[in-house]
């Protein structure tokens, strides 16, 4: 999944994302790099929560390009 957001990054999201992509992570094990991306969502949904609303804002969008017959 691919996620393009807008918004402006704290201290600690700038540590996460940092973690996230440093090299000890990309040859971490499945589970390990799972945790810290739950922790990082974690994290967003409790302090960025015009993330979380604009990820939602999008959701009925492709659901309705899914489902052309639903919305009429
Ligand atoms: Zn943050």
Partial sequence: MKL???FQPCQECNTMMAEL????M?????KTRADES????RHLT???DEVVKAVM?????QKR?????FYK
């Fill in 4 to 6: 393009y957001l807008d």
């Fill in 21 to 24: 992509s440093s090299p000890e």
């Fill in 26 to 30: 990309l040859f971490a094990d499945a």
């Fill in 38 to 41: 739950a922790k990082f969502l």
């Fill in 46 to 48: 409790y302090n960025h």
């Fill in 57 to 61: 804002n999008d959701l009925p969008k």
């Fill in 65 to 69: 390009d899914q489902e052309p017959g």
